[in-house]
């Protein structure tokens, strides 16, 4: 869902004193007694794709002047050609000329993640397979990009190191094995905090599938080897949800789905999304 605006606000905030600094000088320039006119403005796709971010995109501009007036030609989540009008931003000029490069940034950065994560879903659309996003965002855009990523169709998996506990390669190393990483968290945690266990051969599988886990995730694995596991898991420990992890794009995310896991994840909706191209146009 969309982050509450307490939340998002001192954001927004942060990134449009990044961009205005001590002033608009182009814009003060051209209004330098700031009585700016009312105008309008439109934002158009120059690509096809899904949109994301509209209403943080209407935020930005309230945050300079809640007199502006942003309306919502398209919607989050709808898919948009090339050429179709997204928004109308009506308010002072200054306003709409000050706004516009962060608006614009947020909602073409959105918009790309969410167009790849719908490309994503699209190829396990056949399966009972979720696709779910990773903790691999840009610091300070997670909120954001988790949201696009929601938008585009996929499932969040966690937001921070604070919503469950996952016990990778390096925390099983420190931890001696993952019987003994296991233990340990399990002595500290609330009784309600899921618990997932990265693996990455069928000897760790086994270990892991005994000791009553919430989520056991199939790391870098071979598609044989992956069956052989999934195979065990069902078996042993039907009420262990499977998760399949490590280099999964799109033109190979449809054999692992059709193993039979009940998540893919993988950060390629982000790492590897490029911006929708959106222009806006001042309309006098």
Same mark, same amino acid.
């Given at each position: ?7 998002? =606000? ?26 700016? /006119? ?9 690509? =096809? ?16 002047? !809640? ?55 699209? @190829? ?14 840009? /610091? ?22 604070? !919503? ?73 420990? /039907? ?14 995310? @449809? ?6 896991? !009940? ?13 929708? =191209? ?7």
């Amino acid at each position: 869902m969309l982050p509450p605006f307490i939340v998002l =606000d001192p954001i927004l905030e942060d990134w449009l004193r990044e961009d205005i600094g001590r002033g608009d000088r182009s814009t003060s320039g051209l209004f330098p007694d700031g009585n700016a /006119p009312i105008g309008k403005a439109v934002w158009i796709a120059k690509a =096809d794709g899904v949109v994301a971010g509209l209403p943080i995109a209407a935020r930005v501009f309230k945050l300079l002047d !809640d007199s502006v007036n942003f309306v919502m030609i398209a919607q989050d989540g709808q898919p948009v050609k090339s050429g179709d009008l997204l928004a109308e931003i009506n308010g002072s000029l200054a306003t709409l000329l000050m706004g516009e490069r962060v608006a614009l940034n947020l909602v073409m950065r959105l918009s790309g993640i969410a167009s790849t994560t719908a490309e994503y879903v699209k @190829a396990i659309a056949s399966s009972k397979t979720h696709l779910v996003d990773t903790r691999k965002t840009i /610091p300070g855009m997670r909120l954001l990009e988790k949201y696009a990523t929601f938008i585009g169709g996929a499932i969040n998996h966690r937001y921070g190191l604070d !919503d469950a506990v996952m016990l990778k390669d390096n925390h099983i190393a420190a931890a001696g094995g993952i019987t003994e990483a296991v233990q340990r968290v399990r002595e500290h945690i609330p009784f309600t905090t899921s618990i997932e266990v990265e693996t990455e051969s069928i000897v760790q599988v086994k270990e892991a599938m005994h000791l009553n886990l919430d989520v056991i995730m199939l790391d870098n694995m071979s598609l044989s080897m992956m069956r052989e596991a999934i195979a065990l898991i069902r078996q042993h420990t /039907p009420h262990t949800k499977i998760e399949a992890s490590g280099n999964i794009m799109l033109n190979t995310i @449809a054999q692992v789905a059709e193993l039979g896991v !009940d998540y893919i994840s993988t950060s390629a909706m982000v790492t590897r999304s490029h911006w929708l =191209d959106i222009s806006m146009r001042i309309r006098n």
